[in-house]
């Protein structure tokens, strides 16, 4: 089997595969990416673990802080507790609330709606709006816009002065 197939089947049955908790298996959140295929989960009671992704996963799917992973236990490891067996998305967490197999410390908030309250609509509604030109100054910065990629940070002017000084 071609690596591009492999690929394929793998993101296939991760996006549109059937869920189903079974024994040994629980749902956790991920709270950060350690590297090296490692991630920092919180379990249903509010435990933080490190969780380890199969090499099945790895280069084929993409796991980022919020998501949440259906794992197993594995006993062996003292500081790697559990094995990812399955990343969850908004259908499938769906079918999980409708089977009453989620979690309730989890069922606090709502998955399927953005964490930070940036909706797309809201950020287009916001590069939409015009500009305020003002005709006093060719160069005033005031035509322009907020770059909103980047942090503010302070900006300091030289004066005349503090040059000619030098």
């Keep these: 089997m071609s690596e591009a197939t492999k690929r394929k089947i793998v993101t296939q049955e991760v996006v549109h595969g059937n869920v189903a908790l079974q024994k040994g298996q629980y749902i956790v959140k991920v709270v950060e990416s350690k590297g ?10 509010s435990h933080v ?12 799917v993409w796991i980022k802080r919020g998501d949440f992973l259906i794992v197993e236990s594995i006993k062996e490891g003292k500081k790697v507790t559990c094995e990812m067996v ?7 967490i769906q079918d999980l609330k409708s089977d009453h197999l ?9 998955v ?16 939409s709006t015009k500009p305020v030109v003002s005709d006093d100054s060719e160069d005033s910065d005031d035509s322009l816009e907020e770059n909103v990629n980047q942090r503010n940070r302070p900006v300091v002017y030289l004066s005349e002065t503090d040059s000619e000084s030098d």
């Design 36 to 45: 090296n295929n490692l991630f920092s989960v919180e379990e249903e009671t």
């Design 49 to 60: 673990t490190l969780c380890s992704m199969p090499p099945k996963f790895r280069k084929n």
């Design 86 to 92: 399955h990343i969850l998305y908004p259908p499938q």
């Design 102 to 110: 989620w979690p309730a410390r989890f069922d606090e908030n709502d």
């Design 112 to 127: 399927t709606k953005p964490s930070d309250g940036v909706t797309k609509k809201s950020f287009t509604e916001y590069r």
